[in-house]
């Protein structure tokens, strides 16, 4: 059902100009969980990634969590009896290589066998845990990697990908997202779960009822995160969402994008280019301030 209710919202389209039209009304923006938690952290680093576009040198990691969750995705397409981690190990390489040939770049990753070899160990023990935390036999997942988005009384675009959702014969829906990192701490708790409740809250609009639970499984360290959302924390997320968006469009409007220096700059990209590390942002593109509030000249906002 979820997927028809899908492609019903995405039966819009774009006008002539470009502009994202759905349901016969203009959107104004778009947001995806990632892009919203970009500007939370750093609204520099939004503009960087949004803006400018520049272009980010993938990791090892962050490949590795491609590779799994691809794996993991594919899993469910075996006959449920299959669905064993040596299977799955099997699909690792293959998974890799399918990789590569849509992004022959990331071979760089690696000098040699002496290098990939061990990745392909770490992607293993991920796929592993994986096993600790659930059994896939016992399950069959309504959607996998589900493009879901709707669009909100502001006429705000929220959009991104669902992992897995899973239905019960009950009816009872479960929002389910892999980590391939390890549970944050408490501290960082509330941050991991804003992912999942912009899911909740897109879902909730486009089924009418709010997903029963929403579990993020860490493969990291083999630990699952899970949360019953309510109404009215899917309407503070909704409410949140309005504010980024104001604040992204203020900013567009005034060209301000300030750096925002936390324990996070370790992993971004674009320190050589960021004021709090010494480093001088390229010039503003020419359709910067029209571009953040104007889907005409928005660049996708992918998740
Ligand atoms: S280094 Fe830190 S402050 Fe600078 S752009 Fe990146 S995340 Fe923002």
Redesign the pocket.
């Known amino acids: 059902m979820a997927q028809v209710v899908v492609e019903q919202v995405r039966a819009g389209g774009r006008r002539p100009d470009g502009a994202r039209v759905v349901d016969g009304v203009d959107v104004v923006g778009s947001l995806s969980p990632s892009r919203a938690g970009d500007f939370m ?2 609204p ?2 939004y503009r ?1 990634r949004t803006i400018d576009r520049l272009p980010e040198e993938p990791s090892p990691e962050a490949v590795r969590g491609t590779v799994v969750h691809k794996v993991l995705e594919d899993l469910f397409d075996l006959p449920a009896p299959d669905r064993t981690p040596d299977r799955a190990a099997a699909m690792l390489e293959p998974a890799w290589q399918a990789l590569l040939a849509e992004d022959p770049s990331l071979e760089a990753l690696f000098a040699d066998d002496a290098e990939l070899g061990p990745w392909l160990v770490s992607c293993r023990e991920t796929l592993e845990r994986y096993f600790t935390l659930e059994d896939p036999r016992r399950l069959e997942p309504a959607e996998r990697e589900m493009y879901v988005e709707t669009l909100l009384d502001s006429k705000l675009l929220l959009r991104g990908f669902v992992d897995r959702l899973d239905v019960a014969p009950t009816g009872q829906v479960r929002v389910v997202d892999y980590k391939s990192g390890k549970s944050p701490s408490p501290f960082f708790e509330a941050k991991a779960l804003f992912q999942m409740k912009f899911y909740a809250l897109v879902l909730w609009r486009l089924r009418g009822t709010v997903p029963d639970l929403l579990q993020l499984m860490y493969l990291g360290n083999s630990e699952v995160l899970r949360y019953v959302p309510e109404e009215r924390d899917l309407r503070a997320v909704e409410r949140k969402l309005e504010a980024i968006w104001k604040a992204i469009t203020r900013a567009a409007e005034t060209g301000d994008w300030r ?4 324990a ?2 370790g992993w ?1 990209s ?2 050589a ?5 010494g480093g001088t942002p390229p010039p503003l593109p020419v359709v910067t301030r029209e571009a953040v509030a104007d889907p005409v000249l928005a660049p996708e906002d992918t998740a």
């Not at 750096?259 to 936390?262: A, D, E, L, V």
């Open positions: 952290s750093c520099l680093l960087f750096p925002n220096r936390t996070l700059c971004c674009h320190q280019l960021c004021p709090e590390f």
